[in-house]
């Protein structure tokens, strides 16, 4: 069983930076990639970012050029910064793992954080 905890969440105007961090715990190694989805309302949820154990990363169309995944091996966290925030950014934003490297689907989930990005 893996456990995922997000924080980092918040307000923030277009054009901003957030960093949101996910602390995993149990047994993570079982997971070839951890990642972030997001869902706005309405409408259903997407990936944003994917980094595997090998330190490759995947991110969207939509966010490329403006968000970066990382991870810290050693301290079992994976972080997603983003710059240059949109209103069409705001979101929840749910940390993810799993053993597809592609984490389509997830095996695991946590509770999610509110992004909001205001015009």
């Known amino acids: 069983q893996v456990q995922l905890v997000e924080s980092g969440g918040g307000l923030v105007q277009a054009g901003g930076s957030l960093r949101l961090s996910c602390a995993a715990s149990g047994s993570i190694f079982n997971s070839n990639a951890m990642g972030w989805y997001r869902q706005a309302p309405g409408k259903q949820r997407e990936l944003v970012a994917v980094i595997i154990t090998s330190g490759t990363t995947w991110l969207a169309g939509s966010v490329k050029g403006r968000f970066t995944i990382s991870r810290d091996n050693a301290k079992n966290t994976v972080n997603l910064q983003m710059n240059s925030l949109k209103p069409e950014d705001t979101a929840v934003y749910y940390c993810?793992?799993?053993?597809?490297?592609?984490?389509?689907?997830?095996?695991?989930w946590g509770q999610g954080t509110q992004v909001t990005v205001s015009s």
């Open positions: 993810a793992a799993g053993t597809r490297v592609d984490l389509r689907p997830a095996n695991y």
